[in-house]
T-cell receptor, first 113, second 110 residues
Framework: GEEVAQTPKHLVRGEGQKAKLYCAPI?????VFWYQQVLKNEFKFLIS????????ETGMPKERFSAKCLPNSPCSLEIQATKLEDSAVYFC???????????FGQGTRLTVV | RKEVEQDPGPFNVPEGATVAFNCTYS??????FFWYRQDCRKEPKLLMS???SGNEDGRFTAQLNRASQYISLLIRDSKLSDSATYLC???????????FGSGTQLTVLP
């Protein structure tokens, strides 16, 4: 597609429940990134993919967070056993190469109650 | 020290004013530089890439000074629709990971 598509727009989960977020990158873009925006404009990098391969996962809290980008499927970010502090907007972005501008999806607002 | 630092703002300016935002980055190996704008917690949208030679797009001018590790954005003839948060964004690592400044809020007043 011509834009990064993220679903769902909003997600509410009770503490301890699982949350799964999806992202379809722009067609032809090889790189996918996940960011978390919690307070004001603090963006936290989580993970990046080059096609279906993890490229950089230095930002991922590995105990509960996992992500995949499989061929012919939307990319996904999964949070097991959500905590209150996971409440945030999760943005997915895609880029044609690793060092050019990235285009963002509309985000998924996760609220953990 | 943060890797990307911006003017804290907020900036409140009248329509038609010229406003400048500054940003510094700490990693001299940074690869590429961008200004994004974000409206009311919507997704960041690319405003401009920033090149060493400086670049202009209508009312917007971006400058990069690699020696000083400094990036600027100038907005001329401000419009009400320019009201947003402006994010200075740097690609520091070859992995493509973008590092964001904390943003500067601009409100253009009628």
């Amino acid at each position: 597609g011509e834009e990064v598509a993220q679903t769902p727009k909003h997600l509410v989960r009770g503490e301890g429940q699982k949350a799964k977020l999806y992202c379809a990158p722009i067609k032809g873009h090889s790189y996918v990134f996940w960011y978390q925006q919690v307070l004001k404009n603090e963006f936290k990098f989580l993970i990046s993919f080059q096609n279906e391969n993890v490229f950089d996962e230095t930002g991922m809290p590995k105990e509960r967070f996992s992500a995949k980008c499989l061929p012919n499927s939307p990319c996904s970010l999964e949070i097991q056993a959500t905590k209150l502090e996971d409440s945030a907007v999760y943005f997915c972005a895609s880029s044609p190469t690793g060092d050019t501008e990235a285009f963002f999806g509309q985000g998924t607002r996760l609220t953990v109650v | 020290r943060k890797e990307v630092e911006q003017d804290p703002g907020p900036f409140n300016v009248p329509e038609g004013a010229t406003v400048a935002f500054n940003c510094t980055y700490s990693n001299s190996a940074s690869q590429s530089f961008f200004w994004y704008r974000q409206d009311c917690r919507k997704e960041p949208k690319l405003l401009m890439s920033v090149y060493s030679s400086g670049n202009e797009d209508g009312r917007f001018t971006a400058q990069l000074n690699r020696a000083s590790q400094y990036i600027s954005l100038l907005i001329r003839d401000s419009k009400l629709s320019d009201s947003a948060t402006y994010l200075c964004v740097v690609n520091i690592r070859r992995t493509g990971q973008l590092t964001f400044g904390s943003g500067t809020q601009l409100t253009v007043l009628p």
